[in-house]
């Protein structure tokens, strides 16, 4: 069975603020990232950018029968949330976008503004990608953006004090937001993730060896590739490892960023389910590294555009 994770860039219904002008762009995206969704041929898959709940359910007509769709309740102030689709039911264990007790709110402007939840919901799901191998529990998240806004909606700031004031409080909210989404994990883990198939997917908004990705990694000393992996030792209980090094060198990026190539879309795994992992990649299986457009500071510049800016991150897992 394949389990991924896809930004899917934007994804509205025609004719509002934020998706494509008018029906003919709109049903070329759509055209678009179900090609890539049927190529993967995913047992599950978790969405971002979600901006219309009705939109994913127009992409999920173009699938064929049987796919079941979840989306959380919390979408940010441009109304995108993350989601899933899947070929088997979904029950919805948590959709919650609280940042978890003793963590303090953090800054989000010059005026002192604070948050105490993240920007976008998280949302978790069990279900059972195949007959006989017992629920599978997944979490889907989309954490704060590197891309900076400014008071006013601007994407440049007026000097670069400002520049680096608001990246800080970027990385404050993906910082807090992480760790908000470990705390979800280490629900779903129930103790031990030796017992249960226990998966994080989404969009990081940061690379693999960010702070804030690692946040979510739990206790260190047995990554992937490394002499610790397949020693046991009682940290496998609270792990979660994250699949990047599985991913074919020249596969590894999910995004294009001012030309430069970057992972910061991520598949992590429980103990028991990184040991069935029999590969991993991005994009389309088979077809090689990503074709991506590279993308600048300003996301209004591809509003209305096909498919998605990025790639989709994928395992295969035996039985």
């Given at each position: 069975m394949l389990l991924g994770t896809w930004n899917l860039e934007n994804l509205y219904r025609p004719g509002g603020e934020f998706g494509p002008k008018d029906k003919a762009a709109y049903e070329t995206k759509l055209a678009a990232l179900a090609a890539v969704v049927t190529g993967l041929d995913p047992a599950l898959?978790?969405?971002?950018?979600?901006?219309?709940?009705?939109?994913?359910r127009d992409l999920a007509g173009m699938?064929?029968?049987?796919?079941?769709?979840?989306?959380?309740?919390?979408?940010?102030?441009?109304?995108?949330?993350?989601?899933?689709l899947s070929r088997t039911e979904l029950?919805?264990?948590?959709?919650?976008?609280?940042?978890?007790?003793?963590?303090?709110?953090?800054?989000?402007?010059?005026?002192?503004?604070?948050t105490s939840e993240s920007g976008r919901g998280f949302l978790a799901v069990e279900t059972e990608p195949a007959a006989g191998t017992g629920p599978m529990r997944v979490a889907v998240a989309h954490l704060k953006s590197k891309l900076l806004s400014y008071p006013g909606d601007r994407f440049q700031p007026r000097d670069e004090g400002e520049r680096a004031r608001y990246g800080a409080y970027a990385l404050y909210r993906r910082a807090a937001e992480a760790t908000a989404l470990r705390a979800l994990a280490d629900v779903l883990l129930a103790g031990d993730g030796r017992?249960?198939?226990?998966?994080?997917?989404?969009?990081?908004?940061?690379?693999?060896?960010?702070?804030?990705?690692?946040?979510?990694?739990?206790?260190?000393?047995?990554?992937?590739?490394t002499p610790g992996f397949k020693v046991k030792d009682r940290g496998d209980a609270g792990r979660l490892w994250n699949v990047a090094p599985l991913i074919p060198a020249e596969q590894r990026f999910s995004r294009v960023n001012s030309g430069r190539r970057e992972l910061i879309d991520h598949v992590l795994c429980g103990h028991r389910l990184i040991h069935r992992v029999t590969a991993a990649g991005?994009?389309?299986?088979?077809?090689?590294?990503?074709?991506?457009?590279?993308?600048?500071?300003?996301p209004q510049e591809r509003r209305g555009e096909a498919g998605s800016d990025h790639a989709p991150v994928w395992v295969r897992i035996g039985s």
């Open positions: 898959l978790g969405v971002q950018e979600v901006g219309d709940p009705e939109a994913l699938l064929g029968a049987g796919w079941h769709i979840a989306l959380s309740e919390h979408p940010d102030g441009r109304g995108i949330r993350v989601g899933f029950r919805v264990l948590h959709d919650t976008n609280a940042f978890p007790p003793k963590l303090r709110p953090v800054q989000t402007d010059d005026e002192g503004g604070t017992a249960h198939d226990v998966a994080v997917v989404g969009d990081l908004n940061d690379e693999v060896q960010a702070a804030t990705t690692q946040i979510l990694l739990g206790p260190p000393g047995s990554e992937v590739g991005t994009g389309v299986p088979g077809a090689g590294a990503p074709r991506l457009p590279s993308v600048g500071a300003d």
